[in-house]
Structures are given as C-alpha cells and as structure tokens.
C-alpha cells in the first residue's frame, strides 16, 4: 500500500515536470527602433537619446520583448559616465512600430518638460545626439558568451587620445 502511494505521488511529479513548457527563444528582428532615457535621484537633469534604428535585435519569441535590455541601458550608462555624467538610471524605449515609439518618446518628453507651480520646468533636459551616441546590436545567441557593451570611442574621444599621446 505504501509502495503505491510513492509510485502515485512519483508519477504526478513526472506528469508535472512534463507539462512544464520550455522557455521561449530568442529570435532575430530584422529591424527595431530605440531611443534611451537617462536620470539621477541627485540632480534635476534628464537625458533623452534619438530615436533610432537597430538592426538585427534579438526578441522573445512568444512576448516580443527585446532580449538584453539591461546591455542596451548599459550601453548608454557607460556613454553617460564617460561624458562625466555616472550615476544615471538608464532606460530603453523600444518597438517594432516607429509611430507607436515616437508617441511614447513625446508622452516622455512631456512628462519631464512640464512646468512645476512657479511656471518653470523642474528638469534640465538635455539631448543626446546620434552622431554621439549610437546604440549598437546585441548578440543574444546561445553560443556566445556575455555580450560586450563597451562602446567604440566616438571622434572627438580618438582626437583627444592622440593628442595626449595615449
């Protein structure tokens, strides 16, 4: 009788462990629009990317959300550090549709623009543009170990270096 009832319970556990679905896998979006958005808890002053175009972006399968989020954030969390800015709370907007991102992009802008009771706006809002910062695909593919999230040196970094002599 006993032997029963631990072949009963060992049979629903294995019956469980079956119907468990598999995570969903990564796929490749050909294209993806993105812009990123940067704040500090210290301070009044609010970053706001382009809106640009990614190629080649991995996303979940069954959800469509971007794979590697936190290394897109962390693209421009190291951008914003070497431009003597550390401490910012990165953020990437993303979607397929380019329409649907611009209005996120304005409710954003909006939101941070607004003017408090004295009529001024509460945060300094500043702009970076495309040709400083670029954000760069990902590679989420299983073979591949953690993605780098360094970013190229722009210009005026590789001008600066050559100058000092580095």
Not at 31 to 41: H, Q, R, T
Not at 78 to 90: A, G, I, S, W
Request: glycine content about 4%; proline content about 3%; hydrophobic content about 35%.
């Amino acid at each position: 009788m006993r032997l029963q009832k631990y072949f009963t319970i060992a049979a629903i556990v294995m019956a469980a462990m079956l119907s468990v679905k598999a995570p969903a896998k990564g796929v490749v979006t050909p294209k993806m629009y993105m812009f990123g958005f940067a704040a500090s808890f210290n301070d009044t002053i609010v970053h706001f990317t382009d809106i640009q175009t990614v190629d080649s972006v991995w996303t979940d399968s069954k959800s469509d959300f971007l794979l590697g989020r936190q290394h897109y954030s962390a693209l421009l969390k190291n951008y914003l550090t070497k431009e003597q800015m550390p401490y910012r709370t990165c953020i990437v907007f993303y979607d397929k549709n380019l329409n649907k991102l611009r209005k996120k992009y304005v409710k954003m802008r909006k939101l941070y623009s607004d003017s408090g009771k004295k009529g001024r706006n509460r945060n300094d809002i500043r702009d970076i543009a495309s040709a400083d910062f670029k954000f760069t695909t990902i590679n989420m593919s299983a073979d591949t170990e953690e993605p780098d999230t360094e970013q190229e040196p722009s210009k005026k970094e590789k001008k600066a270096k050559k100058q000092r002599g580095e």
